[in-house]
């Protein structure tokens, strides 16, 4: 089939690359002038089957109300102050009942451990380099915070993701540089996280799957859609208008591209999350972490990709500020120096990066046919998209295919939003 893909982030990218391999034509469309410059730019680099990621889901805390209050409180902007904030974050906190939570947790978790083995798959058998570092490192602060996490180290359990408790003198056997006064009771160690450049794998792929075939447009801007009886995309690039045809077409766009949609009898409920990554040069390795070390208390991530040391914080609901909170910026530079000090060499590069998170209300993705013909979608990936691209990408081609699906699909069909 001759297949438009739309979007040439991660998730566009690794689907070309899983349409190309079934021998299908493909051509991806994206409006920016080169791969990866949106969600996919500068992630923290985390591929967690363990669903250990900030901001992955909402809080889980008792009923929807409760949910609803400590999500807020653990935003890094105060959501009280706009009404239609406060509808995102009701809409997001709202269907994550304790039995709906443990179900998309699980279906989460299942996705992210078929698709680090997918990744696997493909970095072998394309015989693509990126800078990558084993296990993640969840930092606990209290005994209490320990015992409020059985659930969740029930559920590593429950979906076999290997998962040790660890003494804080177990934990710097893994990250020896972190910081004698690192304050933390105990810590988590998952073996089965990884930590790995996106882009740089991204960008490494594009170059695969151009070689398979695959025609790249970039500045090309798919502005309508429509579907009968062939569908056809309205393209706005630098030389007019062009309308083109293809047998399918698969959304790769991250968010739900309302223009695109509208017609259609989809509504897909999404909820915008910013949130920033600092990455700095690495003055002395020795001081640097090894992989990725998680404080769970603050929501924040330092991890390190080669010659660079990356911290990610901050979720901000609603429209994307202007200026990058200031607060959460400087919140980013004193953990780097609380865990890990001398470590890095912001003389020699520091770049903030603010990146949004299109997330799906339930908290998983939506793969798979939309319910209109020859409309396929690979959307809302929210916080784990890095995670869960690979994965993705074949069970939509199998999908296409009309293969039987590695995993059960049901709960991030986006037929699930048919209205
Ligand atoms: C601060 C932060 C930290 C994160 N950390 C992690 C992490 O540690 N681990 C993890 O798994 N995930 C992480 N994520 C999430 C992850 O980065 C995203 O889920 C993932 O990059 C989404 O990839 P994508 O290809 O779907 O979207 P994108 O990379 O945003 O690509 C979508 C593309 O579609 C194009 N597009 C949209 N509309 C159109 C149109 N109409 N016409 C043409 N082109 C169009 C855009 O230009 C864009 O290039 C993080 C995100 C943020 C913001």
């Known amino acids: 089939m001759k297949i438009a893909v739309v979007g040439a982030g991660v998730v566009g990218i690794a689907t070309a690359y899983e349409l190309a391999a079934d021998g299908h034509t493909v051509t991806v469309f994206d409006k920016s002038a080169a791969a990866c410059e949106e969600a996919s730019f500068a992630n ?37 102050s706009a009404l239609q904030e406060i509808k995102s974050l009701w809409r997001w906190t709202h269907p994550h009942g304790p039995d709906t939570h443990a179900k998309q947790y699980a279906s989460a978790q299942q996705l992210g451990r078929y698709s680090a083995e997918r990744l696997q798959y493909v970095i072998e058998r394309s015989q693509i380099e990126i800078e990558r570092s084993e296990g993640q490192l969840v930092l606990v602060r209290t005994e209490q915070a320990l015992q409020r996490l059985q659930p969740t180290l029930d559920a590593l359990k429950t979906q076999d993701i290997a998962c040790k408790v660890l003494s804080p003198e177990e934990a710097r056997k893994q990250e020896p540089s972190l ?3 690192a304050p933390f009771h105990a810590a988590l160690w998952l073996p089965g996280d990884k930590v790995a450049n996106c882009r740089q794998f991204a960008l490494e792929l594009k170059t695969v799957t151009q070689k398979m075939g695959v025609n790249y447009q970039f500045g090309a801007d798919v502005q309508d859609l429509n579907l009968q009886p062939r569908p056809t995309l309205t393209v706005a690039n630098s030389q007019g208008t062009e309308v083109v045809t293809a047998d399918h077409v698969v959304l790769c766009t991250n968010r739900a591209p309302r223009h695109l949609l509208l017609k259609h009898p989809l509504n897909i409920p999404m909820v915008e999350l910013h949130g920033y990554v600092l ?48 607060k959460v910026v400087n919140a980013m530079y004193r953990a780097l120096e609380l865990y890990f000090p001398g470590a890095a060499n912001y003389p020699a590069g520091t770049q903030v990066w603010h990146g ?24 809302g990936h929210g916080a784990c998209g890095w995670t869960w691209a690979c994965g993705s990408a074949r069970l939509l081609a199998d999908q296409i295919a009309g293969r039987l699906a590695a995993m059960t699909m049901d709960p991030m069909l986006p037929t699930r939003f048919l209205r």
Do not use: C, Y
Not at 287 to 315: C, E, F, K, Q, Y
């Open 44 to 80: 923290s680099g985390l591929v967690a089957p363990s669903m250990q990621l900030p901001f992955a889901f909402p809080s889980e805390k008792g009923n929807a109300t409760m949910r609803f209050l400590d999500t807020g409180r653990r935003l890094t902007r105060s959501p009280w």
């Open 179 to 181: 910081h004698s006064e």
């Open 279 to 326: 990455s700095v040069a690495v003055r002395e390795p020795l001081n640097a972490p090894r992989s990725a070390v998680h404080d769970l208390h603050g929501n924040l991530v330092i991890n390190r990709l080669g010659n660079r040391i990356r911290v990610s914080a901050g979720a901000e609901l609603g429209p994307k500020p202007e200026t990058k909170n200031a």
């Open 356 to 379: 949004t998170r299109h997330t799906i209300a339930d908290g998983l993705p939506a793969i798979g046919p939309s319910g209109l013909p020859h409309l396929s979608l690979n959307i």
